[in-house]
């Protein structure tokens, strides 16, 4: 089946740093992938989608200069949270579709970001 | 209106039952649909898939979908403590995916 790695799973910054996430989908291309974020308790919210080859399409709400996408190839998306503040301390999880949409999203395994 | 809805729970069963978790949605074009299933901390894994009207079942787990009602179903038989964990639905219309805030389900030893 399909297999969406994302790294880091864990990673603690100080307030004011940047940090990547990537998300990969090993054995299959991703044209799109999507970037989830979810608070402790809390239902997936939609950040963003990332389109290989073109800009991110971002949920209303979302900063697209404070969370940058980068979808450069078909394997691989990144979201960077610049200038991050103890706010932005989430789980952020992407995922990927494996041909049609009808098929269902793929995730990858999240990554907890704690700001301190 | 939400486009998927769930009742958030909690839900409580003992070791051994059938779990029961409902979803229903508001657009009748929805063409599939899906039950994933998160662990605390953990991102969602797709469990159930289904397409058409009536039931697909998979081990100890069935989906039921119903487009004239616009509700999709998953039970769960012989619940297992490892069944401990949130249930999201998820409805694909069109373009759009989307998700369902998701039951929270408790399987007591």
């Known amino acids: 089946g399909a297999v969406v790695s994302q790294h880091p799973s864990r990673v603690i910054c100080k307030s004011g740093t940047s940090v990547k996430i990537e998300c990969r989908s090993l054995?299959?291309?991703?044209?799109?992938m999507f970037w989830y974020r979810q608070f402790p308790k809390q239902s997936l919210m939609l950040m963003a989608t990332?389109?290989?080859?073109?800009?991110?399409?971002?949920e209303q709400g979302v900063e697209k200069d404070k969370f940058l996408i980068n979808h450069a190839s078909l394997t691989l998306s990144t979201l960077t949270v610049t200038s991050a503040h103890p706010e932005d301390s989430s789980f952020y999880i992407c995922?990927?579709?494996?041909?049609?949409?009808?098929?269902?999203?793929?995730f990858g395994s999240g990554t907890r970001l704690t700001v301190v | 209106q939400k486009e998927v809805e769930q009742n958030s729970g909690p839900l409580s069963v003992p070791e051994g039952a059938i779990a029961s978790l409902n979803c229903t949605y508001s657009?009748?074009?929805?063409?599939?649909f899906f039950w994933y299933r998160q662990y605390s901390g953990k991102s969602p894994e797709l469990i159930m898939s289904?397409?058409?009207?009536g039931d697909q079942e998979d081990g100890r787990f069935t989906a039921q979908l119903n487009k004239a009602s616009q509700y999709v179903s998953l039970l769960i038989r012989d619940s297992q403590p490892s069944d401990s964990a949130t249930y999201l639905c998820?409805?694909?219309?069109?373009?759009?995916?989307?998700f369902g805030t998701g039951t929270s389900l408790t399987v007591i030893p």
């Open positions: 990332s389109n290989e080859g073109s800009k991110a399409t971002y």
């Open positions: 054995d299959f291309q991703a044209t799109t």
């Open positions: 657009d009748r074009g929805s063409q599939s």
């Open positions: 289904i397409y058409s009207n």
């Open positions: 998820a409805v694909n219309t069109g373009n759009q995916f989307y």
């Open positions: 995922s990927a579709l494996q041909g049609a949409q009808i098929y269902g999203y793929t």
